[in-house]
């Protein structure tokens, strides 16, 4: 599954196939849910351009998302889905 991220910073993140994937700022990617997560939570992306975004500085090195990151992020999200998806015991609430 992909979420739709406006990058807001260039960054690099590699993929668990082994690759190097640069995201330009600016631009508009389909990101693995757990990427995009994980960008957001470092402000490297958002849901849609921000008003009054301006690109960053060209000579501005790209950010680095981590792999440990990303594993951190999906884990946020599995838990987050077991907690929506957990049936409420009656007898035990109160």
Do not use: C, I
């Not at 470092?42 to 060209?58: C, I, L, Q, Y």
Request: glycine share 6%.
């Amino acid at each position: 599954m992909t979420e739709r991220r406006f990058v807001l910073v260039d960054f690099t993140h590699m993929s668990r196939e082994g690759y190097l994937r640069l995201y330009e700022a600016g631009r508009v990617y389909r990101l693995p849910r757990a990427v995009a997560h994980a960008a957001s939570k470092r402000g490297f992306v958002a849901v849609d351009r921000p008003p009054h975004w301006t690109a960053p500085s060209m000579f501005r090195p790209p950010e680095a998302l981590t792999e440990a990151e990303v594993v951190e992020a999906e884990a946020e999200l599995k838990a987050l889905q077991r907690h929506a998806l957990e049936l409420v015991d009656p007898k035990a609430g109160g």
